[in-house]
Nanobody
Framework: QVQLAESGGGLGQPGGSLRLACAAS????????MGWYRQPPGKQRELVVL???????NYADSVKGRFTISRDNAKNTLYLEMNSLKAEDTGVYYC?????????WGQGIQVTVSS
């Protein structure tokens, strides 16, 4: 069983930056991809970025060139660096680990981009 805990959200300025972190704990085996999703207000959850163990990383078109996923294996932590923030980046951000069975999800963290 894996537990995921996001941190680093909050209020960001348009054009500014925020960094989200996702700390994983528990028995972390059989994970074949990690990523971030978000749910804008009144909309469905959507993929932000997914990085596979095979080395491929796919970003949503809306965040390409602005967001960067990275991970620190020693700390079992996944990061999402968000730059050039826009109002439409507002939403609840979820950390996601994929495996052969059901996905693991964090509890979600609010990101609000507003001046």
């Amino acid at each position: 069983q894996v537990q995921l805990a996001e941190s680093g959200g909050g209020l960001g300025q348009p054009g500014g930056s925020l960094r989200l972190a996702c700390a994983a704990s528990g028995t972390i085996t059989g994970i074949n991809a990690m990523g971030w999703y978000r749910q804008p207000p009144g909309k469905q959850r959507e993929l932000v970025v997914l990085s596979t163990n095979g080395g491929s990383t796919n970003y949503a078109d809306s965040v390409k060139g602005r967001f960067t996923i990275s991970r620190d294996n020693a700390k079992n932590t996944l990061y999402l660096e968000m730059n050039s923030l826009k109002a439409e980046d507002t939403g609840v951000y979820y950390c996601n680990y994929k495996r052969r069975g059901p996905d693991y999800w964090g509890q979600g963290i609010q990101v609000t981009v507003s001046s």
